[in-house]
């Protein structure tokens, strides 16, 4: 791995010419009191460096005679690292990751100058920790009191995002296989979950069984909360509390991924808790079936990442007038999204380090992002009923036999050069297949 965290590199520093890319580790994050979740690297700064430590800081500098890349770390502590565990240390930031200078977080004011001063830019993403942003912010300001007396330093600073997220967009060989194997156990554990489901059993239960299989087959754990929705629970959209028991006749919608290596999974499935669905929820399931395998075909290399949404819309608004859930003309109802009340989110998202991943889905109103092999998105329709929806004026009063149903179906999809592969294809999601 080290050698694709180098390419990266190189292949950020060729982008940024004669400035100097700085980026921060993420900061430890506390659960309470005094006891701190798990460390989650920034993404940035792990696709970058593969360093998985707190108080990092990592420089690119590639205009600088000696020291293109730079790593400012925690030193060694031996009493720390017995309290809170083992610390890189300065000289295997060299060695290990593959800097070519290290020093001691602590010195970092009075390094980084060097890294920066005869830059034309700094790139830097201002985050949420306030005070590390006005500390890059204080250098920048020092160097252009001085730049009239030297003629040479930073002139401005542009966020590192939309060149290092261009990058990562596009997945390589090897994040590739990291991702096929976070599907594989998304998948494991969702197969596990609809075998383990019945009536009775409390959703919390349904989600031990899932998460159990992230961890024993290496996963480092949930990509996000788990969503274990039980009949009307399914209509909201990040429902975690995952306490109700389950009852018969009624659906269970879960949206469950696992991480694994730092790479994530985003699986959603619903099915009957009983085994059978009811008329009305077969006929609001197959809408939403439907309108995810028209999204799926448009994902095709060369094509707008808008047409899997606008192509679920589509389908979605077709049915619910059928169904007589809202009336009127199909492009009309479109739009002005009166589709809305019944299926309020977008049809997927990028994915990659980041659940959620970082990259745009548009160029401005009239320039699309069009698709291309190696990214890896998610396609995720659904239809909701929410309770006590409030009709348009110009709409029907909801039938209360629709009331509280909900349903998502979310694949896991990567553009190949000839079409598309759903990773996530082996959790059934035909009616016949999820029925039993």
Same mark, same amino acid.
């Given at each position: 791995?080290?050698?694709?965290?180098?390419?990266?590199?190189?292949?950020?520093?060729?982008?940024?010419?004669?400035?100097?890319? &700085?980026?921060?580790?993420?900061?430890?994050?506390?659960?309470?009191?005094?006891?701190?979740?798990?460390?989650?690297?920034?993404?940035?700064?792990?696709?970058?460096?593969?360093?998985?430590?707190?108080? %990092?800081? %990592?420089?690119?500098?590639?205009?600088?005679?000696?020291?293109?890349?730079?790593?400012?770390?925690?030193?060694?502590?031996?009493?720390?690292?017995?309290?809170? =565990?083992?610390?890189?240390?300065?000289? %295997?930031?060299?060695?290990?990751?593959?800097?070519?200078?290290?020093?001691?977080?602590?010195?970092?004011?009075?390094?980084?100058?060097?890294?920066?001063?005869?830059?034309?830019?700094?790139?830097?993403?201002?985050?949420?920790?306030?005070?590390?942003?006005?500390? &890059?912010?204080?250098?920048?300001? =020092?160097?252009?009191?001085?730049?009239?007396?030297?003629?040479?330093?930073?002139?401005?600073?542009?966020?590192?995002?939309?060149?290092?997220?261009?990058?990562?967009?596009?997945?390589?060989?090897?994040?590739?296989?990291?991702?096929?194997?976070?599907?594989? &156990?998304?998948?494991?554990?969702?197969?596990?979950?609809?075998?383990?489901?019945?009536?009775?059993?409390?959703?919390?239960?349904?989600?031990?069984?899932?998460?159990?299989?992230?961890?024993?087959?290496?996963?480092?754990?949930?990509?996000?909360?788990?969503?274990?929705?039980?009949?009307?629970?399914?209509?909201?959209?990040?429902?975690?509390?995952?306490?109700?028991?389950?009852?018969?006749?009624?659906?269970?919608?879960?949206?469950?991924?696992?991480?694994?290596?730092?790479?994530?999974?985003?699986?959603?499935?619903?099915?009957?808790?009983?085994?059978?669905?009811?008329?009305?929820?077969?006929?609001?399931?197959?809408?939403?079936?439907?309108?995810?395998?028209?999204?799926?075909?448009?994902?095709?290399?060369?094509?707008?990442?808008?047409?899997?949404?606008?192509?679920?819309?589509?389908?979605?608004?077709?049915?619910?007038?059928?169904?007589?859930?809202?009336?009127?003309?199909?492009?009309?109802?479109?739009?002005?999204?009166?589709?809305?009340?019944?299926?309020?989110?977008?049809?997927?998202?990028?994915?990659?380090?980041?659940?959620?991943?970082?990259?745009?889905?548009?160029?401005?109103?009239?320039?699309?992002?069009?698709?291309?092999?190696?990214?890896?998105?998610?396609?995720?329709?659904?239809?909701?009923?929410?309770?006590?929806?409030?009709?348009?004026?110009?709409?029907?009063?909801?039938?209360?036999?629709?009331?509280?149903?909900?349903?998502?179906?979310?694949?896991?999809?990567?553009?190949?050069?000839?079409?598309?592969?759903?990773?996530?294809?082996?959790?059934?999601?035909?009616?016949?297949?999820?029925?039993?």
């Amino acid at each position: 791995m080290q050698a694709e965290y180098r390419q990266r590199r190189e292949q950020l520093m060729s982008k940024i010419g004669s400035g100097t890319a &700085i980026f921060r580790s993420a900061p430890s994050s506390v659960m309470h009191n005094d006891v701190e979740y798990n460390y989650r690297q920034d993404s940035d700064f792990f696709y970058l460096t593969g360093f998985n430590e707190a108080q %990092a800081v %990592a420089v690119l500098a590639p205009h600088h005679a000696e020291h293109r890349f730079v790593l400012f770390v925690q030193p060694k502590d031996r009493e720390k690292e017995v309290w809170s =565990g083992y610390r890189c240390g300065i000289e %295997a930031a060299k060695e290990v990751y593959g800097a070519d200078e290290a020093y001691p977080i602590a010195e970092l004011d009075e390094k980084l100058t060097q890294y920066i001063e005869k830059a034309e830019r700094i790139y830097y993403h201002l985050g949420r920790d306030r005070s590390f942003n006005d500390k &890059i912010l204080n250098h920048w300001q =020092g160097l252009m009191r001085t730049y009239p007396k030297r003629g040479t330093g930073p002139i401005g600073i542009e966020d590192s995002g939309p060149i290092l997220h261009s990058m990562r967009l596009v997945k390589s060989p090897t994040e590739l296989e990291l991702m096929r194997k976070a599907a594989d &156990i998304g998948v494991e554990a969702h197969i596990r979950a609809m075998e383990f489901t019945q009536p009775g059993r409390y959703e919390y239960e349904i989600q031990a069984e899932i998460e159990h299989i992230f961890k024993k087959r290496g996963g480092i754990g949930p990509a996000y909360p788990s969503i274990v929705a039980s009949g009307a629970n399914a209509c909201v959209l990040h429902y975690v509390e995952n306490t109700r028991q389950m009852q018969d006749k009624e659906l269970l919608l879960i949206d469950a991924g696992c991480a694994y290596g730092y790479y994530n999974s985003d699986i959603t499935r619903t099915f009957p808790v009983g085994g059978k669905f009811t008329a009305e929820q077969k006929a609001l399931y197959e809408i939403v079936l439907e309108a995810q395998l028209a999204a799926l075909a448009q994902v095709q290399p060369g094509k707008p990442y808008k047409n899997i949404h606008d192509t679920a819309v589509r389908v979605l608004t077709s049915g619910l007038v059928e169904l007589g859930i809202i009336k009127g003309e199909i492009d009309k109802l479109i739009e002005e999204e009166k589709y809305k009340p019944f299926y309020m989110h977008r049809t997927g998202h990028w994915l990659g380090l980041d659940v959620h991943d970082v990259g745009v889905y548009q160029h401005g109103d009239d320039n699309p992002q069009i698709l291309q092999p190696g990214q890896v998105l998610t396609v995720e329709p659904g239809l909701y009923i929410v309770p006590d929806t409030k009709p348009a004026e110009d709409q029907p009063e909801i039938d209360p036999r629709w009331v509280g149903i909900g349903i998502r179906i979310e694949d896991d999809v990567l553009v190949t050069p000839d079409g598309h592969d759903v990773l996530t294809a082996k959790v059934p999601k035909a009616i016949a297949s999820v029925e039993r």
